[in-house]
């Protein structure tokens, strides 16, 4: 059995124009390709550099669009931004102590020669140029100081650390904007020893406040012993016979008032005496009247009593 298929000589051809199709496809995509490839952009923060063939260019590019050749030439892009570094480093102190120390360093890279920094060193310059220079620094200063001054002078230790690394990292373009010493650490022996050491001085210190108190408590006994001495001294002052005088006319003058004018009826011992003289002559100006009146009662009151 055949099969007759009709031949239309006037029907139009379809394999040019799928191919034209093809082509123009291909084409659109090589525009796109190449347009993607065309421009690029660096990122706040960083600063770009051409590397054509491999070889940098030296002028750096600013944040933002920038045009480039496709497939021939890239943008490589340097963090300018505040960076931080952490290194370890084991050193001994001036007393021979063993000290690890872990340093942080903050650091950027200076805008104006990020093309001599990574033609010169590379992306990886904090493990080349950093890292090194930090450990061999801080071996160099601690062994400066005994072991117990790098505790107590922290920030003169970080301070050294700060001024020689800036000077070494200056080279490199690289700017050195804090240190930071984030621990010390010492030998098991060595954090026993200081321990015993604080325990002493806590003791003594306390001893010698117990006995600034003791001598404060003394000198305020004294101070009051002194006090009440002076006290009594200028009591003693201030009795004079005149005084004296006065206070027994005020002790005869209120026995005068309490009287009833009659001696005792029975006695068993001396009669108590009152000096009438002192009392009369004391009250000479303002009762000179009054005295006969007492001395008749006085004497007709004895006669009273001597009748039987």
């Known amino acids: 059995m055949s ?34 490839n065309s421009y690029t952009t660096v990122e706040y923060g960083h600063v770009g550099l051409y590397k054509t063939f491999g070889k940098l ?7 933002g669009i920038h045009l480039k050749i496709p497939f021939f030439q890239s943008v490589i892009e340097v963090n300018t931004q505040v960076t931080k570094a952490e290194t370890d480093s084991t050193a001994s102190s001036k007393d021979l102590q063993p000290v690890s120390t872990h340093v942080a360093v903050n650091y950027s890279v200076n805008k104006a020669s990020a093309f001599n920094l990574m033609n010169n060193v590379g992306a990886n310059y904090d493990g080349i140029i ?26 003169i230790v970080a ?23 984030v621990n010390f650490k010492f030998s098991d022996a060595f954090n026993q020893s200081i321990e015993a050491k604080q ?32 006290s009594l001294k200028l009591k003693k002052q201030e009795v004079t016979p005149e005084l004296v005088q006065l206070k027994q006319i005020e002790v005869q003058e209120k026995a005068l008032d ?27 100006s303002s009762g000179s009247s009054q005295t006969p009146a007492v001395q008749q009662s006085t004497e007709a009151d004895t006669t009273a009593q001597a009748q039987p």
């Open 3 to 36: 099969t007759v298929t009709d031949f239309n000589p006037n029907a139009p051809r379809r394999g040019p124009q799928v191919g034209r199709i093809i082509s123009w496809s291909v084409g659109a995509l090589l525009v796109l390709i190449i347009g993607f």
């Open 57 to 63: 260019n030296d002028s750096a590019l600013e944040p």
């Open 130 to 155: 950093i890292n090194p220079a930090v450990q061999e620094i801080v071996k160099e200063v601690t062994a400066r100081y005994p072991a117990e001054d790098l505790i107590a002078k922290r920030d």
């Open 159 to 181: 301070g050294e650390i700060s001024d020689l690394l800036t000077k070494r990292l200056a080279k490199y373009d690289l700017l050195v904007k804090e240190i930071n010493i």
């Open 199 to 230: 325990v002493a001085q806590q003791q003594a210190l306390k001893a010698e406040n117990d006995l600034k108190r003791v001598q404060i408590e003394a000198k305020q006994l004294v101070a009051q012993a002194e006090a009440e001495a002076q």
């Open 258 to 284: 309490k009287w009833d004018g009659r001696l005792p009826s029975v006695t068993g011992g001396a009669t108590p005496f009152i000096d009438f003289s002192s009392v009369l002559n004391s009250n000479a």
